[in-house]
């Protein structure tokens, strides 16, 4: 069982080594989907028969482990992104901060105001009554994926504002 594992490996690393650089991972991210690849693939090797079916498989789970890390990677960073920023508007005992922490929920209020209407829904329906992409597009009667492309741009648009506010 394991020699099959190398020589599957042998025969195809190439391969799946091309299809996960091509989503310019780093190269330690490589290997792991790469190993995940051919966990996959080995466990789907009895509905394989022929050699381009394979390598054609071992291509479309790379593609997928890819972009399954990727996604990841992006919503770890959403959620470090929201948690630092509540961060910053805990209410804390120093009258300085809490000071601050005021003037920045009023300029973030502000700001997600003078965003369009479709977006200012969305963002206040995710963020502050705590609804996922799904709920907000049956409620509003769209796409999720254009709530997910409308909280995109709005977050954008809001740390530009706020960085500009409170650039040193």
């Known amino acids: 069982m394991t020699t099959l594992i190398n020589q599957l490996m042998d025969l195809y690393e ?17 290997e792991d989907v790469m190993h995940d690849t051919f966990l996959a693939a ?7 028969h022929e050699r381009t079916k394979l390598s054609a498989l071992l291509w479309t ?5 890819a972009i399954d890390r990727l996604r990841k ?7 470090e992104e929201v948690n630092h920023f509540r961060q910053l508007l805990v209410v804390s005992q120093d009258p300085a901060q809490l000071a601050q922490s005021r003037e920045l929920r009023q300029h973030l209020h502000a ?18 009554h705590h609804k996922n992409a799904h709920e907000i ?19 954008q648009r809001l740390r530009r504002q706020l960085e500009g506010l409170y650039a040193a």
Not at 18 to 27: D, G, I, N, T, V
Not at 61 to 65: E, L, P
Not at 113 to 128: C, F, I, N, S
Not at 137 to 155: F, N
Request: hydrophobic share 40%.
């Open 14 to 30: 190439p391969i799946t080594r091309a299809c996960c650089r091509s989503f310019r991972l780093p190269a330690d991210q490589v």
């Open 42 to 48: 080995y466990r789907s090797l009895p509905r394989c």
């Open 61 to 65: 789970i790379a593609q997928r482990q």
């Open 73 to 79: 990677q992006a919503s770890q960073r959403r959620r």
């Open 111 to 128: 700001c997600v105001a003078a965003l369009p209407d479709p977006w200012m829904t969305a963002v206040k329906l995710y963020y502050w």
């Open 137 to 155: 597009a049956m409620h509003m009667q769209i796409k999720p994926a254009t709530i997910h492309v409308m909280l995109h741009r709005s977050r």
